[in-house]
């Protein structure tokens, strides 16, 4: 028997089991992948006694460009970071998102006011497009970027725009507009292994990796 | 003297927003009751009324000579306000909840007369009572 | 010259002033405006009294029970004594052969133009033979009832969508009303129960002014148009966010939201939050406990009447299932990693060999 509510408990359903699925294995593939590949052996004498804990920090230390390099990016680092923010604000802040994970993880922790969440969202949005827009003007970067960019840009923006229709109950049946954000944010969640957006777990690896060859090697990082 | 603290805080009271509006309509309902004789009937209850609406309609309309109880199914109480032919209506169930509200603008509600089969009814079942009520004596 | 429902009012000891009342309190009920409460009155008063045949298959008699078990006679009762109830088998005092051939004669003498009332699933499995009665299966009695109703009304969820019998794992075949009977006009009056007066505001509806609006799952629009979340007054509390966390926690006591206990309010449509139960009593929200959103269909297979609704709906173990992805994950990791070592091999191995190849190079001193 069909009724209204079969694209909801599809996207409660099957569709959510499976998004996390392809996640956790997807990233577990990945991050696996990497981390067992053989390293050239470097034969030069190191130069640190530890060059792993350069490693660790060269993770926070790139989290803010270098003075000579602030002119031209930290606009572009600023508007990310804001993007950045508010993003898991949303994500980690509003008490639905907070109790699927809880139901799958069985961690929770206190949620933020509905309003904040709101403002947040329409933040996050506005340096999406913000972002978008460099990305398609920008003379290096348009010639450089490609379908990942753009198809995962596109998987971010969604579910934020779809969560705060859903949420405020504009543009459509309530159930329908749910089931649109969840399946978006599914969609989201099989893609982001397969992706560059798998840098929200290899960015730790990726930084430390080179923190500790160059520190290895004498390099301030 | 008084200090801060004794100074009374009284919450703003939300404005009488749509009595005037419902005032016009009784007006222009009694002007065609005047006319033609028709009867017009505002539900109440579906109206967005705050408390200040109904304390405005309650002063401006005032009360009547004419105060009715219906008991049937529960409680009605039927009002004449200080209009003539504005009747504040009221119906509970014998809960005592109430059920509707309305204003109706007329000669007199029509749940008052005597219906015709209802009188009809009644005179049998009053022939039935006198005739048993004959023998026994005056 | 046949009964009307006026006269059926006075029957019963009542006069046309209750009529009235009783008119005009249904069409406030229904949220008609009052010049309707007269045209109902009109038509209530010259239409011949319509016969209403009450049918139940597979249910469990609460739809009933919430219609005519009140404490004190309401207006569902008058209404029910009021209408030519020719056919109820729960509340009708004949019983056997001599009901079945009451049942027959009325359905009979008003052929074609009788309210049909069905509450209860339809059984489909084993040919219907899990609901038989009077040696007719309820598929084939409602079938043939069907035909000569002039509207059928499925009164409760079961009716409606097929309701308990109808969830997982459906052993007995259940299907609801619509699915058995498709050529006649059907209202969908859900809920399990659903609400007295809605059930007796349909009917009033009904046979004063024919079909009503409806939903896209034929339901009527005036009572089932808003979630429980649009009109509950625990509301502010979820825009503020503010929340129960258990039952019985600071929150709960406080009547704060229970949409972190299970509330399915923003996905239910009925009429709980404005009409509430026992004439305006409360509400299950009001009492403390999250809507179970009863009057959608498949309600008992959403995952849970307390897993809140942004929760997964599915049963999978969610350590395992996923532990085994991470498993699987890396295992394919480690796979990928093996292969493009031995590629890393095999060309290191290859530019070796090649630079072993090349002619010794010239001595730069030379020069």
């Given amino acids: 028997m069909s009724t209204e509510t079969d694209l909801l408990d599809f996207a409660r359903g099957p569709a959510l089991e499976a998004a996390l699925i392809i996640l956790v294995f997807g990233m577990f593939w990945r991050l696996v992948g990497v981390l067992v590949l053989r390293r050239p052996r470097d034969l030069s004498e190191p130069r640190v006694r530890h060059a792993w804990l350069e490693g660790i920090r060269t993770i926070f230390t790139r989290m803010w460009p270098r003075r000579e390099f602030r002119p031209r990016i930290l606009h572009w680092e600023a508007v990310s970071y804001v993007f950045h923010f508010s993003l898991a604000l949303v994500i980690l802040g509003l008490v639905p998102h907070i109790l699927l994970i809880r139901d799958i993880t069985g961690l929770s922790w206190p949620g933020l006011p509905t309003g904040v969440i709101t403002f947040a969202t329409g933040v996050a949005l506005i340096s999406l497009l913000a972002l978008l827009a460099h990305r398609a003007t920008h003379p290096v970067l348009r010639r450089i970027s490609n379908f990942d960019d753009y198809f995962s840009w596109l998987l971010v923006f969604t579910p934020l725009l779809t969560g705060l229709m859903a949420y405020y109950h504009l543009g459509g049946r309530y159930e329908d507009l749910l089931a649109v954000h969840m399946l978006s944010a599914e969609l989201l969640l099989a893609w982001l292994p397969f992706s560059k957006l798998a840098h929200t777990v290899l960015f730790l690896f990726s930084r430390s990796v080179t923190g500790t060859i160059y520190s290895r090697r004498g390099a301030q990082t | 003297m008084k200090t801060l603290d004794a100074i009374p805080i009284r919450p703003a009271p939300s404005p009488a927003a749509n009595a005037p509006a419902l005032l016009q309509e009784i007006v222009a309902a009694l002007d065609a009751l005047l006319l033609s004789g028709r009867r017009h009937c505002i539900d109440l209850g579906s109206l967005p009324l705050s408390p200040a609406d109904r304390d405005m309609l309650r002063e401006i309309l005032g009360t009547g000579e004419v105060h009715m109880e219906l008991a049937t199914l529960g409680t009605s109480r039927i009002d004449e306000t200080g209009v003539p032919g504005v009747w504040w209506v009221r119906h509970s169930s014998e809960d005592g909840i109430l059920l509707t509200e309305s204003l109706e603008v007329c000669h007199v509600p029509e749940i008052v007369p005597a219906d015709t089969t209802d009188i009809a009814v009644g005179l049998q079942r009053l022939r039935q009572r006198i005739a048993v009520g004959e023998p026994g004596g005056h | ?367």
Avoid at chain 3, 69 to 85: D, G, K, Q, V, Y
Avoid at chain 3, 341 to 358: D, I, M, P, Y
């Fill in chain 3, 1 to 367: 010259m046949e009964d009307t429902i006026l006269d059926a009012f006075r029957k019963n000891g009542l006069s046309r002033r209750a009529f009235l009342k009783f008119c005009a309190a249904t069409a406030s009920l229904l949220a008609l405006p009052p010049a309707a409460a007269a045209a109902m009155a009109e038509k209530l008063a010259s239409a011949p009294r319509p016969t209403v045949i009450y049918l139940s298959y597979q249910e469990c008699t609460g739809c009933l029970e919430s219609m005519t078990r009140s404490f004190s006679p309401t207006i569902e009762h008058l209404l029910f004594n009021n209408i030519s109830l020719a056919f109820n088998d729960t509340l009708q005092a004949a019983a056997g052969e001599a009901a079945e051939a009451a049942r027959k004669e009325a359905m009979r003498k008003a052929w074609g133009k009788y309210i049909l009332i069905v509450d209860g699933a339809v059984p489909m499995g084993a040919g219907g033979a899990y609901c038989v009665a009077a040696g007719q299966s309820a598929v084939d009695d409602l079938r043939h009832a069907a035909q000569g109703a002039a509207a059928i009304i499925a009164v409760g969820t079961c009716a409606a969508f097929g309701g308990v019998p109808y969830a997982a794992p459906n052993p007995t075949g259940a299907v609801p009303v619509s699915e058995v009977v498709r050529d006649r006009p059907i209202i969908n009056v859900s809920g399990c129960p659903p609400i007295p007066e809605v059930m007796t505001g349909v009917v009033v509806y009904y046979l004063s002014f024919g079909m009503p609006a409806l939903d896209r799952q034929g339901r009527p629009l005036t009572f089932y148009g808003n979630t429980i979340h649009d009109r509950c007054y625990r509301r502010p509390f979820y825009d503020e966010g503010r929340f129960a966390h258990t039952f019985d926690d600071e929150g709960a006591r406080n009547g704060w939201c229970l949409y972190e206990l299970g509330c399915k309010g923003p996905v239910t449509y009925n009429a709980c939050a404005t009409l509430k139960w026992n004439q305006g009593t409360s509400f299950p929200i009001q009492s403390g406990h999250g809507c179970l959103g009863c009057s959608e269909p498949d309600f008992w297979d959403k995952g849970g009447f307390y897993r809140p609704l942004p929760a997964a709906t599915g049963h999978w173990p969610r350590g395992e299932v996923l532990g085994g992805a991470a498993l699987g994950g890396a295992v394919v990791g480690v796979g990928a990693a093996a292969l493009a070592r031995s590629r890393q091999q095999a060309s290191a191995a290859k530019g070796a060999k090649e630079v072993n190849s090349l002619p010794p190079k010239e001595d730069s001193h030379e020069h």
